[in-house]
């Protein structure tokens, strides 16, 4: 199975800020790899898929870049609504698995 | 409007069997690959199994392989989880997604509401 870790885990952050979120394949995923954002109570909401793919609708303040086993997702201007858990996940193979979450706390 | 909505959750005594139900609106469901993801209170997002449109291609995790049946009634637009031999670590939301294909990646674009399954005695 393809492991994918998230760093970091959770971040304390304030409204404007620049947050960079790292997502790590246990092995090479090509471009296979999604983002989601999942707000306390809700399901969870595709934001961008194939590494850098902005799914219609969602802010151009996110943006999604990385291939082979590293990949990241940007956040330019945090707003308040972003404050959410965001989650990696590969398509590459069965299972599709997804990283532990990284939660976006205000300061 | 394109819709999942989930329902068949509630409380089974460990052993015990559920099924799962998730009903599909406002695209045409047959031209999609479905999945049923979970998440456990308070931990992160687990996939636990894939259909394909025409049910040819099944898939499952290790964590629920034997024990969970997916399936599908395209007529009736619906998608199904038998869940059975349940333990304590299958307490979890039950979430229904679909599959969508962007250039070759796969992406799970719809999500449903979820529906709370929790084994305890």
């Known amino acids: 199975d393809i492991q994918m870790t998230q760093s970091p885990s959770s971040l304390s952050t304030s409204v404007g800020d620049r947050v960079t979120i790292t997502c790590r394949a246990s092995?090479?995923?090509?471009?296979?790899l999604n983002w989601y954002q999942q707000k306390p109570g809700k399901a969870p909401n595709l934001l961008i898929v194939?590494?850098?793919t902005l799914q219609s609708g969602v802010p151009s303040r996110f943006s999604g870049s990385g291939s082979g086993t590293d990949f990241t997702l940007t956040i330019s201007s945090l707003q308040p609504e972003d404050f959410a858990t965001y989650y990696c996940q590969q398509s590459y193979s069965t299972p599709y698995t997804f990283g532990q979450g990284t939660k976006l706390e205000i300061k | 409007e394109v819709q999942l909505v989930e329902s068949g959750g509630g409380l089974v005594k460990p052993g015990g069997s559920l099924r799962l139900s998730c009903a599909a609106s406002?695209?045409?469901?047959?031209?999609?690959?479905m999945n049923w993801v979970r998440q456990a209170p308070g931990k992160g997002l687990e996939w636990v199994s894939s259909?394909?449109?025409?049910?040819?291609?099944?898939y499952d995790a290790d964590s629920v392989k034997g024990r969970f049946t997916i399936s599908r009634d395209n007529a009736k637009n619906s998608l199904y989880l038998q869940m059975n031999s349940l333990r304590a670590e299958d307490t979890a939301v039950y979430y229904c997604t679909r599959i969508a294909i962007f250039g070759v990646v796969r992406g799970m674009d719809v999500w449903g509401q979820g529906t709370t399954v929790t084994v305890s005695s």
């Open positions: 259909i394909t449109g025409s049910s040819d291609h099944i």
């Open positions: 092995q090479r995923i090509s471009s296979y």
């Open positions: 194939a590494a850098s």
């Open positions: 406002g695209f045409t469901f047959s031209s999609y690959t």
